[in-house]
Nanobody, 126 residues
Framework: QVQLVESGGGLVQAGDSLRLSCAAS????????LGWFRQTPGKEREFVAA????????YYTDSVKGRFTISRDNAEKKMYLQMNSLTPEDTAVYYC???????????????????WGQGTQVTVSS
């Protein structure tokens, strides 16, 4: 079993930056594909970014391209989401997730993920 714990959320103003962290325990972290998803009240959870097992492939939803950067540190068993130029539309609960699949075409789908964190709130005021 893999346990995931997010941190780094908070209340910021539009244009500010935040860095989310996801710490993992259990399992073999370096074999996992990782992703960030977010959810706002009344909406389905949506894909934000994903990164493959060795960090050389990353994927983003269109609305965050050029502003968000996903990264991972396999030695530390951590994943990060650097979020720049935040807008109120980025307000959501952000979840980190881990997947046993190494199929790149699958890791943008939340159905591919086996493990989830509890979420961290990001609120961007205008």
């Amino acid at each position: 079993q893999v346990q995931l714990v997010e941190s780094g959320g908070g209340l910021v103003q539009a244009g500010d930056s935040l860095r989310l962290s996801c710490a993992a325990s259990g399992g073999t972290f370096s074999y996992l594909s990782l992703g960030w998803f977010r959810q706002t009240p009344g909406k389905e959870r949506e894909f934000v970014a994903a990164i493959n097992w060795n960090g050389n492939r990353a994927y983003y939803t269109d609305s965050v391209k050029g502003r968000f950067t996903i990264s991972r540190d396999n030695a530390e068993k951590k994943m990060y989401l650097q979020m720049n130029s935040l807008t109120p539309e980025d307000t959501a609960v952000y979840y980190c997730a881990a997947s046993n699949t190494m199929i790149l075409s699958a890791i943008r789908s939340q159905g591919a993920y086996n493990y989830w964190g509890q979420g961290t709130q990001v609120t961007v005021s205008s």
